[in-house]
């Protein structure tokens, strides 16, 4: 079966570089699932809006709280996200990528830019 569009092949040659990602130091483990909750974490990051511990396990679309707050402590483990306190409330957590989380991101970019360049 041939793709009639270019943005497909491009797609599928990205989904080829990131199937490496399991090559990546200590993302042999990172499952779809929590790639789903990282990925939520950063775009409410991005946006200047990061996600309390207690709305990240709110995602219910992505699983239960209990599912996702063993994903998120898991993702924490992996040094994929951090925890920080803002101003004086030191009972709210904000979760925002670490530095592997940003390398891992920079990784992906560089890939997507690999597979348009094809």
Known sequence: MKLRSS??????????????????????????????????????????????????IGQELLGSPATLHRRLKRLIAKDMVLTRNQGTDRRTKYLEPSKKGLAYIEWLSGNIASAYAF
């Open 7 to 56: 943005f497909a092949s491009v797609y599928l040659r990205f989904l080829q570089l990131v199937a490496t990602s399991k090559a990546l130091p200590g993302l042999q483990d990172f499952d779809a699932n929590e790639k789903a909750l990282f990925d939520v974490v950063v775009l409410h990051w991005a946006q200047g809006n990061p996600l309390t511990v207690r709305m990240a």
